[in-house]
């Protein structure tokens, strides 16, 4: 939806492994960001992206990463998974900061 | 702190009939407010907006009220219709002083069941 494509859909990992999810957007958007959910903690900002090379800290960003190098493609890395990291990640696109995000499908990422 | 919450986990009406769920919000600063509906297996999907110089915003079926008396937000689905099914989540978006990164808090989430 909103040519907002995330890969991969699933992965199962194991705990202190790398991971890398990837958000690709064909909007031309300059905001991008990634959120996870979980039960009984909504949506939660990790990291987001207000043009190339810029980024900065949600509520939630311990232990993550993100680099964003061209305008259609931001990056989640876990540099060392963990069990608490187990989620269902979204990223999402806007144009302005005061115009609805949209989201994409989402990744349902399990570390064990 | 800052919180955006709902007052009913789920809610459960006939179809045909008119839903209204509603959200409280807790930062008086925030300007703009966002409705999404969420299905299984899927990312929120944008419903319809409002910003903090209305009080009421009208779209397909839906309208959406903004309360700032009382930090209240509802969303209004006329002639409920099974497809309505989902989790609907309130989102908001403080201002802090004069930066805006469009940052937007999110509600727990309310679960709407249409019986046929």
């Known amino acids: 939806d909103a040519g907002i494509t995330q890969s991969p859909r699933h992965k199962v990992t194991e705990t202190g492994t790398p991971v890398t999810l990837r958000c690709h957007q064909t909007?031309?958007?300059?905001?991008m960001y990634w959120y996870r959910q979980d039960p009984g903690h909504g949506l939660r900002l990790i990291h987001y992206?207000?043009?190339?090379?810029?980024?900065d800290k949600g509520e939630v960003s311990d232990g993550y990463s993100v680099s964003r190098s061209k305008t259609e493609d931001f990056l989640l890395t876990l540099e060392s998974a963990t069990s608490s990291q187990t989620s269902v990640y979204f990223c999402?696109?806007?144009?302005?900061?005061?115009?609805?995000?949209?989201f994409g499908d989402g990744t349902r990422l399990s570390i064990l | 702190g800052e919180s955006v919450g709902l007052h009913l986990p789920t809610l459960s009406v006939q179809e045909g009939d008119n839903s209204i769920i509603n959200c409280a919000y807790s930062?008086?600063?925030?300007?703009?407010f966002i409705w999404y509906k969420q299905e299984s297996g899927k990312g929120p999907q944008f419903i319809i907006d409002?910003?903090?110089?209305?009080d009421k915003r009208q779209g397909q079926r839906v309208t959406v009220l903004l309360n700032k008396t009382v930090k209240h937000l509802s969303l209004q689905i006329a002639a409920t219709q099974p497809g309505d099914s989902a989790v609907y989540f309130c989102?908001?978006?403080?201002?802090?002083?004069?930066?805006?990164?469009?940052?937007?808090?999110f509600g727990q989430g309310t679960t709407l069941q249409v019986k046929p």
């Open positions: 930062n008086s600063a925030s300007d703009y």
């Open positions: 992206s207000y043009g190339v090379k810029d980024t």
């Open positions: 409002i910003r903090s110089n209305m």
């Open positions: 989102a908001e978006r403080p201002v802090h002083g004069s930066s805006n990164t469009g940052k937007l808090i």
């Open positions: 999402a696109i806007s144009t302005m900061v005061d115009q609805p995000q949209h």
């Open positions: 909007e031309n958007h300059r905001y």
